[in-house]
């Protein structure tokens, strides 16, 4: 049998087990996509990955060995994802202690909690018995940490600054002179030109937005984040202004943008089984060892390690703490967001990942507003993964999604195909999805909730909409335009053959590899440099800004690039 009849008899394996025997929809992967990653990889090296050397139900992998990473594009780096998704998901060997459970969740691993009230963070590391804390995802961050809106048209990330108020409970603007001012009211000319009002009636001249009031003379935790970068575009900073049911934002530069409709900060989604969205943020030891070794602040232009001699700075930092040996570590530095919901009344919840966790509860008397009144254990089922890691060559880190087949489903998009010419894939909404109704219709993807009220802690209605589940569509399916054939089909090749080694009850074997992406040469992120799936956004995580890219958000080939590592207190 030649390599490319085993690709396709493979591929024809992995594709039936997807779309058969499940009460959800589970979407089938094409199964003549002609992609050279696919052909790249085979059948022994898959199994290599196991550590019984062959691939077993539920078996244990090790993780791809970043500090060899052969750094080829594009395959090698599909390659190391498929690998590092099945070594987090795999069941714990006994070296890695903890009493079982996944290896993401064993004592290798820290939990990264939410700020605290001065913005900083902590690992919490993991013991045997315990049940780790999930929170309710808000909307995506931006480079700075803020959350974010999407500028009208042209879909570039702009992030929204804290408000700043001046003393009646107003917000504050900086007029032509420099002086600040609080805003009123908002006009707007017959040209269509927005002008502010003052407290008493008057223009404000040439306004701009302000970070922060001259009266607080400490810098904010996004001002320390923004000190990271040598080079920040500031016209991506908008402050938002609320008044009179108006919404606007302005910019440093006096400029007023004009962002797409249903775009809000706060963001909350909801499964289609009623269950709120959870969201985890799991970094490994050499990550928390590399973050300790910094000492507070992180020294400007910090690069996460990417080779054996940072490594063993890492390893001999370790000894000196008592944390020797680190397990696994050329796995190098690991993130991992991961995004659950609630496997009570969902559908084939044994096809699911799962664990038990500690989440919010919430009054729900109010359709508009639920209150939290506490906390509850649950089991709940992954749905979604953010695998990112540090390898040779690429201080900007890796960056891979994954996600459950029965997610949602996709948007039309192309592939190449064996022998030759190219296919396309209608968008289909028919079927049982987590985060869709069937024969759902446009449109898609809008925010029917938020985090509001007066702690920011209450999931409350977007005007328009009650809290209720939005139907999502996965707009680029393989992290890419819709339209690249060649690019989409390398992507499912590769995960047709990996898919196709594990075990056919092997409960990994239900998630996909949407994509990966990275920088030329591992430099700072620019419009031109990302490469690999260049459009990569998980229908779980970045739900209602799907367009742009891992690194719009994450622009950086510093440790500034992990919207956790600088703001996070050494363990030691």
Not at 165 to 171: M, N, T
Not at 515 to 534: D, E, R
Request: glycine content about 8%; charged content about 15%.
């Amino acid at each position: 049998m030649t390599q490319r009849d085993l690709q396709r008899s493979v591929a024809t394996l992995a594709s039936l087990a997807f779309a058969t025997g499940c009460a959800l929809t589970q979407f089938s992967l094409p199964t003549d996509a002609g992609g050279a990653c696919g052909a790249s990889i085979t059948t022994a090296e898959v199994n290599a990955w196991f550590e019984s050397g062959s691939a077993s139900l539920n078996g244990a992998v090790r993780p791809a060995n970043s500090v060899t990473f052969p750094n080829v594009p594009n395959c090698s780096f599909y390659k190391w994802s498929e690998q590092m998704f099945l070594w987090l998901t795999s069941p714990a060997p006994p070296r890695y202690g903890g009493g079982g459970g996944l290896v993401m969740n064993t004592p290798a691993f820290f939990d990264v909690s939410l700020p605290d009230a001065s913005g900083q963070r902590h690992f919490e590391a993991h013991s045997a018995g315990v049940v780790r804390a999930f929170n309710v995802r808000t909307a995506q961050r931006g480079v700075l940490g803020l959350p974010i809106v999407l500028q009208a048209r042209t879909l570039r990330l702009l992030e929204v600054l804290p408000p700043v108020l001046g003393p009646s409970g107003r917000p504050l603007v900086q007029d032509a002179g420099g002086n600040e001012a609080e805003v009123a009211d908002i006009r707007t000319t017959n040209e269509g030109a927005v002008v502010l009002l003052d407290s008493a009636g008057r223009d404000i001249r040439a306004p701009r937005a302000l970070l922060r009031s001259k009266s607080n003379p400490e810098a904010l935790p996004f001002e320390r984040r923004l000190a990271q970068f040598e080079q920040f575009d500031r016209s991506s900073l908008v402050q938002k202004l609320v008044l009179n049911n108006r919404i606007i934002f302005l910019d440093l530069f006096g400029n007023f943008q004009k962002t797409e409709q249903g775009q809000a900060d706060g963001g909350v989604l909801l499964a289609q089984n009623g269950s709120l969205v959870y969201y985890s943020l799991t970094v490994n030891n050499v990550f928390a060892l590399f973050r300790s070794m910094q000492g507070t602040p992180v020294p400007i232009g910090t690069q996460f390690p990417t080779n054996q001699a940072q490594l063993n700075s890492v390893l001999t930092f370790a000894t000196s703490k008592g944390q020797s040996p680190v397990i696994d570590a050329e796995a190098l530095a690991v993130e991992i967001k991961a995004s659950w919901v609630e496997a009570a009344g969902l559908a084939d919840a044994s096809q699911f990942i799962q664990m038990k966790a500690i989440v919010p509860t919430y009054d729900k008397t109010n359709p508009n507003e639920w209150v939290p009144n506490g906390t509850t254990t649950v089991t709940l089922a992954m749905v979604g993964m953010h695998v990112v890691g540090s390898a040779a060559g690429h201080p900007e880190m890796l960056w891979a999604t994954f996600e459950h087949v029965s997610n949602a489903p996709n948007a039309e998009f192309m592939y190449t195909k064996l022998p030759a010419g190219t296919t396309t894939v209608p968008q289909s909404t028919t079927g049982v999805w987590v985060f869709a109704a069937n024969g759902a219709v446009a449109p898609f993807n809008q925010m029917h909730m938020r985090l509001g009220g007066p702690a920011n802690d209450r999931i409350v209605a977007v005007p328009g909409f009650s809290i209720s589940p939005s139907n999502i569509l996965r707009t680029m399916p393989w992290g890419l335009l819709g339209s690249n054939p060649g690019g989409n089909a390398e992507v499912i090749s590769i995960n047709n053959v990996v898919r196709g080694v594990l075990d056919a009850a092997d409960v990994r074997r239900n998630y996909f590899h949407e994509g990966t992406t990275w920088t030329i040469f591992g430099a700072s992120p620019n419009g031109s440099n990302q490469v690999g799936t260049n459009r990569l956004e998980n229908t779980t995580m970045e739900t209602f800004n799907q367009g742009a890219n891992c690194f719009a958000c994450h622009g950086s080939n510093t440790t500034a690039v992990s919207h956790v590592f600088n703001d996070t207190k050494p363990i030691f």
